[in-house]
Structures are given as C-alpha cells and as structure tokens.
C-alpha cells in the first residue's frame, strides 16, 4: 500500500477500519443471543428463535483455526482481486467468543503448509485490491502473534 493513497473499506459495513483493533460487524438476537456475520436486519436466524430485536456487536478478533484450503484460481466477476492473480489460503476460523465460524482469505506470506487446525489465529486488515488512488482493504486472517 502506498503512503500517499486512501485507505477504503472494500465491503462497507462488514468490518471496522482501525488497522490496530479491526473488528468484523455482526449482529445478536437479544432473545436467544445468537450471532450473525454479516448482519442480520430483519430476523433471527436461529430456527428456534422468533426474535427480531437484533443488536449490532463487533465481533472476537481473534480465534481458533477450525479448517483452511487454498485458492488456487480467480474469483470470477464480481469478485475484485489483484493483479496479476496470485494464489492464497482460506481459513475458516472459530471466534473465541461467539463460537462461530467465519471464513476469510489468509494474509499474503502464510502458506497453507503453514497452517494447523487447532492454531490460533487474528483478524487484521490487508489491501484486497488497489484502483486508481486507493487501497481497498477487507479483514484476512493470520497467525495470532505471541
């Protein structure tokens, strides 16, 4: 990313742009609690739930890696990805709080040779794609660091 370019949320509402504390936006139900990523507007999703009283929360930034995969081709449109294409992981993480599983790209350098189900992992914010003068960020996944 360069210095002199803005700074843009790929995906608005999904995540928080703190490069420090990123957080992902969800919702919870008041009634039964349940969380959802992306939010919820109009109802539970939980199918034993007939709440409709949602509540936005940010989510655990961090959490336990429950799978990953990599992806070997490029996303078809509308997908908007760098170029040229460059192959990455996907983790499925487990947040810690919420005990839910959110899938995102892994950071650029983690291959998924280096990756362990069981391992813990953190939300950070990385540059998805650049057009003109902005870096479009969106969350990723790494390592959590010790």
Known sequence: M????????????????????????GTQCKLCHSYFFPKETLFCRNPNCTGRDLEEVELSPKGTLWSFTNNCYQPPPPYISAEPFTPYAIAAVELDKEKMVVLGQVVSGVEVADLKAGMKMELVLDTLYEKDDTDYVTWKWRPARA
Do not use: V
């Open 2 to 25: 360069s210095e002199n370019k803005e700074r843009a949320a790929a995906i608005e509402g999904w995540f928080t742009t703190d490069a420090d504390n990123p957080r992902l936006l």
